[in-house]
């Protein structure tokens, strides 16, 4: 569901973003900002996370402006699947029926009436002003009418009409949490015999992430993160959080020895580098280095340890991002995986942090939940197979592979990893769980092994997954 449940009783305008100013200009332009970018989302595939920081700036938005136009824009992106079941309620018209730009209106109005602190009145009068600007005087009425029967209820309310306790669970979880249907399918079976935890999940994935910085080591520290006002973070040594302001203020983050990067993705950097290893233990490689957040870690630790990282991606402009992330002693090279240009077995330790779906990272990318059906999941199988299988060509015997995904969805994890070692002799599955709490001791809740599964609900990261593999001698 929405993150926030505000009950009408606790609306307080003095204390919520932007709140003693919901009329005027301001608030104008930071409502009409986030419905810019929820428009940029639908129709050009941009990307929230990077767009509205650029609009923000385009527009002159900053402090509490900015924080309440960001809260509207993920609130609403993140709610769609809810308030779509409510709006179907209070429209005498079809959704479907609905002008998509009208429709993205409609959604922000009602996330503003049931989960923000904004009084409904000015909630409503300013959703009808920007459908107005938007699709004209006639449907500013529509917008109104719909948006003020919206106000009929609060959250709860509507929910015990839209996902009643007796409802098809799945119904139930996929409207009252806001996710596609088959995405609650797809994390059900991925929490196995943690299934009654899928509340929990889906919870998770609809609260705003916590800002992870990471202290590149050699380059920065912890320290000096704390210094400019993170906090400790549980478990990644590198990681301090960022409770509030703009990371790019700090001055390890601007010069490129800090980073934002979730804790999840430290901690499989980390236990690729901590694997044990027989032999030399020179030469790292990243397949998928793209844009360069665990390339920025593993090559530190590499510089750190006498070795050095090759770092590749197929995309011209990620390996360019990727050039800025890692240290001067990496190399970084435009290539496809799937076809390595180096010799069999070159490399001691390769990660392979496949493209996939990013159902791990909804909490991030609020919007990557409507974007794409199960089929997707499907078109992605042959390429993660592709790269992992070139990943442990390129280990020599006696080397590590880490595959990792930013989604738990069993088809990007686990069966590719059977499918491809059921083809070959020469792989051991290390106990990753082993691994990651030898690095990290008190890091539980990773499953049972031998891959390791983090999540939202129980570690406050993504739902990153991680398999460690050996290619045997
Ligand atoms: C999940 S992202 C990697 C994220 C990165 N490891 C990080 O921590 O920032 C996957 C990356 O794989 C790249 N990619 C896709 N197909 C590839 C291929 N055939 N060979 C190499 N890179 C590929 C994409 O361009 C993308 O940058």
Not at 97 to 119: M, N, S
Not at 200 to 216: C, E, I, Y
Request: glycine letters at 10%; one cysteine or more.
């Amino acid at each position: 569901m929405p993150p926030t449940r505000h009950r009408r009783g606790s609306r307080d305008g003095n204390r919520r973003p932007g709140g003693p100013r919901h009329t005027g200009r301001p608030q104008d332009l930071v409502r009409r900002t986030a419905f810019d970018v929820i428009r940029a989302v639908a129709t050009r595939d941009a990307y929230a996370n990077l767009l509205l920081p650029a609009r923000l700036r385009d527009r002159g938005l900053t402090g509490r402006d900015a924080a309440l136009a960001t809260e509207l824009t993920y609130g609403t992106l993140r709610g769609r699947g809810t308030y779509d079941a409510v709006l179907a309620l209070c429209s005498d018209r079809e959704l479907r029926r609905v002008d998509a730009p009208l429709l993205d209106v409609l959604r922000l109005g009602a996330h503003q009436i049931l989960a923000t602190r904004i009084p409904p009145h000015a909630a409503v009068g300013t959703a009808v002003e920007l459908a107005r600007t938007v699709s004209g005087p006639g449907q500013a009425k529509f917008a109104n009418a719909v948006l003020r029967k919206v106000a009929g209820r609060d959250l709860d309310a509507w929910l015990a009409i839209i996902a009643p306790p007796d409802a098809d669970p799945t119904t139930r979880l996929s409207i009252a949490h806001s996710h596609p249907k088959w995405i609650v399918s797809a994390l059900r079976d991925a929490l196995g015999p943690d299934r009654d935890e899928i509340d929990a999940l889906l919870a998770a994935d609809n609260a705003r992430p916590r800002v992870t910085l990471v202290a590149r080591p050699g380059r920065a520290t912890v320290d000096e993160l704390y210094e400019a006002g993170a906090e400790p973070s549980p478990y990644s040594p590198y990681a301090a959080l960022l409770p509030e302001g703009d990371p790019a203020g700090i001055a390890a983050i601007r010069e490129g020895r800090a980073a934002v990067q979730d804790e999840a993705s430290q901690l499989v950097a980390l236990a690729l580098a901590e694997t044990p290893l027989d032999g030399p233990d020179a030469r790292w490689a990243d397949l998928c280095a793209g844009p360069g957040g665990k390339a920025g870690l593993l090559s530190a630790l590499a510089t750190g340890r006498g070795a050095r990282l090759l770092a590749a991606d197929v995309q011209p402009h990620r390996a360019g991002l990727v050039a800025r992330a890692v240290d001067d002693r990496a190399g970084v090279v435009v290539a496809d995986g799937t076809a390595p240009a180096w010799r069999p077995g070159a490399f001691d330790r390769v990660m392979v942090d496949a493209p996939c779906t990013g159902l791990g990272a909804l909490r991030r990318r609020p919007e990557a939940r409507w974007r794409r059906g199960p089929e997707a999941v499907a078109e992605l199988g042959p390429l993660q197979r592709g790269l992992l299988a070139a990943a442990l060509d390129s280990v020599r015997p006696g080397g590590v592979v880490a595959y990792v995904t930013c989604s738990p969805h069993l088809a990007e994890t686990r069966v590719v990893v059977d499918d491809v070692l059921r083809a070959r002799q020469d792989v051991e599955s290390l106990d990753s769980p082993a691994v990651l709490t030898s690095a990290v001791p008190g890091l539980t809740g990773l499953g049972d092994g031998p891959h390791a599964q983090f999540w939202p609900h129980r570690h406050g990261t993504d739902a990153m997954f991680l398999a460690l593999l050996r290619r045997k001698d």
